[in-house]
Nanobody
Framework: QVQLVESGGGLVQAGGSLRLSCAAS????????MEWYRQAPGKQRELVAA???????NYADSVKGRFTISRDNAKNTVYLQMNSLKPEDTAVYYC?????????????????WGQGTQVTVSS
């Protein structure tokens, strides 16, 4: 199994910044896409940002120019730098990873979610 552990959430004033981290652990052979989602109260979970193993990124329109996703492949870790935060960014943020478990002889696909980290932006 693969475990994802997020950190870095908290309370910040509008206009402030936070940096989220998500570290994957387990018998990981490779990780392809790593993503950040968020879910606000009463709303569906939405994709915020994604990054491939090669570093290609894409962002939700609502965060373009303010958020930056990056990853450290050697550490199996993905980051989300969030600047110019707005009250509407308040949500629980989840990371997600897709890849292969095991060894070169016994690879098994996986898709795992973190437990979530709360981000609250006050006005």
């Amino acid at each position: 199994q693969v475990q994802l552990v997020e950190s870095g959430g908290g309370l910040v004033q509008a206009g402030g910044s936070l940096r989220l981290s998500c570290a994957a652990s387990g018998t990981i052979f490779s990780i392809s896409a790593m993503e950040w989602y968020r879910q606000a109260p009463g709303k569906q979970r939405e994709l915020v940002a994604a990054i491939t193993s090669g570093g290609n990124t894409n962002y939700a329109d609502s965060v373009k120019g303010r958020f930056t996703i990056s990853r450290d492949n050697a550490k199996n870790t993905v980051y989300l730098q969030m600047n110019s935060l707005k009250p509407e960014d308040t949500a629980v943020y989840y990371c997600n990873a897709d890849g292969l478990l095991g060894t070169i002889k016994t690879m098994i696909p996986f898709r795992s979610w973190g437990q979530g980290t709360q981000v609250t932006v006050s006005s």
